[in-house]
């Protein structure tokens, strides 16, 4: 069965970095685009970032552009989002997600989850 599996998440102060991967098994990964989305404490889910299926294409949410960036290695079946410069309201659970239907936004657009990674960000 599919399996996405996050990492990376942890405790950082205000201004740090951290680096989360998802790693992607059962499907064929390089036909899958991909996305990650937080969830804080008493919010719904929101979109961060998304790639397309080869790495050619990314899209990010415009209030985080600029301090994160998604990647992705098809040979390690491994999407990754590098987080720069994080603030206290980065807080939130971590996930990522599998879609066919192209670089995406909405939750309701991917098939696949992972059971996310928390990232909390002190002040």
């Known amino acids: 069965q599919v399996q996405l599996v996050e990492s990376g998440g942890g405790l950082v102060q205000a201004g740090g970095s951290l680096r989360l991967s998802c790693a992607a098994s059962g499907l064929t990964f390089s036909t899958y685009d991909m996305g990650w989305f937080r969830q804080a404490p008493g919010k719904e889910r929101a979109f961060v970032a998304a790639?397309?299926?080869?790495?050619?294409?990314?899209y990010y949410s415009d209030s985080l552009k600029g301090r994160f960036t998604i990647s992705r290695d098809n040979a390690k079946n491994t999407v990754y989002l590098q987080m720069n410069s994080l603030k206290p309201e980065d807080t939130a659970v971590y996930y990522c997600?599998?879609?066919?239907?192209?670089?995406?936004?909405?939750?309701?657009?991917?098939?696949?989850w992972g059971q996310g990674t928390q990232v909390t960000v002190s002040s």
């Open positions: 790639i397309s299926r080869m790495g050619t294409n990314t």
């Open positions: 997600a599998a879609t066919r239907a192209g670089v995406r936004t909405r939750t309701s657009e991917y098939a696949y």
